[in-house]
């Protein structure tokens, strides 16, 4: 069995999150997401924002 080393796994993960959660939220904003999602699903937003 290979030893799985837990700790360098959480952070290498640990210092690419951010660059990704960046990535995640600059491509949600692209005018032509393929997959855009209705502003209602996200439940905090208020009826008359949503368009």
């Known amino acids: 069995m290979h030893e799985i ?3 360098a796994t959480i952070e290498k993960y640990r210092l690419h999150s951010n660059d990704i959660l ?3 939220k600059r491509n949600k904003m692209l ?10 699903s996200y439940g905090f937003t208020n009826e ?4």
């Open 5 to 7: 080393n837990l700790a």
């Open 31 to 40: 005018p032509n997401n393929p997959n855009p999602r209705p502003r209602r």
């Open 22 to 24: 960046m990535l995640y």
């Open 48 to 51: 008359r924002d949503v368009e």
